[in-house]
């Protein structure tokens, strides 16, 4: 059973630049979060996708944004990259099931460097 | 909203003592609590969720926390170290009724020497 996969492992862009990140979920899952961790700090909430929808979004600018497709993956879209948002960006899949607590399993992670 | 406070940055323990780290929690309901652990350059992996049943989990790896309502605690504690529990460590709050996010401490970074 493969768990969450995320690609690129790493990245180096400049700033100005656009840059996109991908996530396959768990099997099974249908929800999907995104995360960033600055280094030496705990991860913060970006957004959370599901049925293909912005569902959550957290204190994040319009520049980061997102889409899940039909089969429950997703992307990260970061446009006018800053030297600030070089961090470990992860995903973390879900599966939703009302009146329960979810449990959020997450992916490797994407690095990526902006120069 | 919700938060937790690890309220420390770096524990040390020898090779089969005991490890305690601690958290504080900050809910206006029962809160769903979460310890994850991030070895160096890998993503989190979750040790264990407390979601209002029993109050002492039992997670992986040996590790096991107790939540306290009275004191606000959530503290993981495991019996005896072991050079792999090197690591990070992020005690975690869910916070929403529908969509949930999860909201992290700033962790706490255990090393062990032998």
């Known amino acids: 059973d493969a768990g969450v996969t995320q690609s690129p492992t790493h990245l180096i862009k400049t700033r100005g630049q656009q840059v996109t990140l991908r996530c396959s979920p768990k099997?099974?899952?249908?929800?999907v979060s995104w995360y960033q961790q600055a280094l030496g700090q705990g991860p913060q909430f970006i957004f959370q996708?599901?049925?293909?929808?912005?569902?959550q979004r957290g204190n994040f600018p319009d520049r980061f944004s997102g889409h899940q497709f039909p089969n429950y993956s997703s992307e990260l879209n970061v446009n006018a990259l800053l030297l600030g948002d070089s961090a470990l960006y992860l995903c973390?899949?879900?599966?939703?099931?009302?009146?329960?607590?979810?449990?959020?399993?997450f992916g490797p992670g994407t690095r990526l460097l902006v120069l | 909203a919700q938060s937790v406070t690890q309220l420390d940055s770096h524990v040390s323990v020898s090779e089969g003592t005991p490890v305690l780290l601690r958290c504080n929690y900050s809910?206006?309901?029962?809160?769903?609590l979460f310890w994850y652990v991030q070895h160096p350059n890998k993503g989190l992996q979750l040790l264990l969720k407390?979601?209002?049943?029993?109050?002492l989990v039992k997670g992986i790896n040996g590790f096991e926390a107790e939540f306290k309502k009275s004191e606000t605690s959530f503290h993981l504690t495991k019996p005896s170290a072991h050079m792999s529990d090197a690591a990070e460590y992020f005690c975690?709050?869910?916070?929403?009724?529908?969509?949930?996010?999860?909201?992290f401490g700033t962790g706490t970074r255990l090393l062990v020497s032998p």
């Open positions: 973390a899949s879900s599966w939703r099931e009302t009146g329960t607590q979810e449990t959020q399993y």
């Open positions: 099997s099974g899952h249908d929800t």
């Open positions: 996708y599901y049925e293909e929808e912005e569902r």
């Open positions: 809910s206006s309901y029962s809160p769903s």
């Open positions: 407390y979601t209002s049943a029993a109050t």
């Open positions: 975690v709050v869910s916070e929403g009724t529908g969509f949930q996010k999860l909201v």
